[in-house]
Nanobody, 118 residues
Framework: QVQLVESGGGLVQAGGSLRLSCAAS????????MGWYRQAPGKERELVAA???????HYADSVKGRFTISRDNAKNTAHLQMNSLKLEDTAVYYC????????????WGQGTQVTVSS
């Protein structure tokens, strides 16, 4: 079992920045990729950014150049630096960890609210 706890959400004006953190605990040795997803009201959950254990990254087109995902394998943490925030970035942001042993299991955090105001 892996537990994920997100932090760092809040209210920010458009153009501002926030840094989200995800702390993993439990059976963290099995974690391969980690990622950030978001879900806005009335919309489906979508991938924002992901990072492998080796540091390869992937970003949604909507956040490229504005968001940066990073990871500290030693501390079992992942971060999402969000700059130049837009109103449309408002959503609940979730951390996800993929645990690979005999099979692949996804773990999710409880989510943290990010609200961008005009």
């Amino acid at each position: 079992q892996v537990q994920l706890v997100e932090s760092g959400g809040g209210l920010v004006q458009a153009g501002g920045s926030l840094r989200l953190s995800c702390a993993a605990s439990g059976a963290t040795a099995c974690i391969s990729a980690m990622g950030w997803y978001r879900q806005a009201p009335g919309k489906e959950r979508e991938l924002v950014a992901a990072i492998t254990s080796g540091g390869s990254t992937h970003y949604a087109d909507s956040v490229k150049g504005r968001f940066t995902i990073s990871r500290d394998n030693a501390k079992n943490t992942a971060h999402l630096q969000m700059n130049s925030l837009k109103l449309e970035d408002t959503a609940v942001y979730y951390c996800k960890a993929i645990c690979k042993t005999w099979s692949s299991v996804d773990y999710w955090g409880q989510g943290t609210q990010v609200t961008v105001s005009s």
